[in-house]
């Protein structure tokens, strides 16, 4: 009897074991597959979830943004986590929102890149920041209604448009 139950405890053991190279396998190769705007070679499951939706594109990595901001840029940056549920709830509405008004919104993944909470003082996730000259302006946080962002980017997008004109 004791026999049995070993050799039952081993079957399971070696399943557990194919099964979790099965996975880590049909990740690699979902990885492979897409673009990895990550230059990660390991991403979440939540993150490679998210690969091909549209919602999700126009990522930018830290170092990247950290270039952009000591250049002086102006940018909105959206700060989420793909676990969210706010995020989950706002990220369908808020892209397409950005795109219809013209709005370049570069996205963080702060489930990748979890030095982010630190760096860019988030508290929350989902997080809205408007950089102006490289230096933060205002943010929105939260799940909060359409019109709200839709007055964020107005505001911003305006008064950017409008320096450009002066320094022209």
Same mark, same amino acid.
């Given at each position: 009897?004791?026999?049995?139950?070993?050799?039952?405890?081993?079957?399971?053991?070696?399943?557990?074991?194919?099964?979790?190279?099965?996975?880590?396998?049909?990740?690699?190769?979902?990885?492979?597959?897409?673009? $990895?705007?990550?230059?990660?070679?390991?991403?979440?499951?939540?993150?490679?979830?998210?690969?091909?939706?549209? $919602?999700?594109?126009?990522?930018?990595?830290?170092?990247?943004?950290?270039?952009?901001?000591?250049?002086?840029?102006?940018?909105?940056?959206?700060?989420?986590?793909?676990?969210c549920p706010h995020c989950q709830e706002l990220t369908?509405?808020?892209?397409?929102?950005?795109? /219809?008004?013209?709005?370049?919104?570069?996205?963080?993944?702060?489930?990748?890149?979890?030095?982010?909470?630190?760096?860019?003082?988030? /508290?929350?996730?989902?997080?809205?920041?408007?950089?102006?000259?490289?230096?933060?302006?205002?943010?929105?946080?939260?799940?909060?209604?359409? /019109?709200?962002?839709?007055?964020?980017?107005? /505001?911003?997008?305006?008064?950017?448009?409008?320096?450009?004109?002066?320094?022209?």
């Open positions: 009897m004791k026999q049995k139950m070993f050799i039952i405890l081993g079957i399971i053991i070696v399943l557990f074991i194919a099964l979790y190279f099965v996975v880590d396998l049909k990740n690699e190769q979902a990885i492979g597959d897409k673009d $990895n705007p990550y230059g990660k070679d390991r991403l979440d499951q939540a993150t490679i979830d998210q690969l091909d939706n549209p $919602n999700y594109q126009n990522q930018i990595i830290p170092d990247d943004l950290d270039e952009k901001l000591e250049n002086g840029e102006d940018m909105f940056i959206y700060f989420y986590h793909p676990e369908p509405r808020l892209v397409p929102l950005a795109q /219809e008004m013209g709005v370049d919104m570069k996205k963080v993944n702060l489930l990748e890149f979890e030095d982010g909470w630190d760096t860019y003082g988030i /508290e929350s996730t989902p997080t809205l920041v408007y950089y102006e000259n490289g230096e933060e302006v205002d943010r929105v946080n939260g799940a909060q209604p359409n /019109e709200l962002f839709r007055d964020f980017f107005n /505001e911003y997008v305006v008064n950017s448009k409008e320096s450009d004109e002066e320094a022209s």
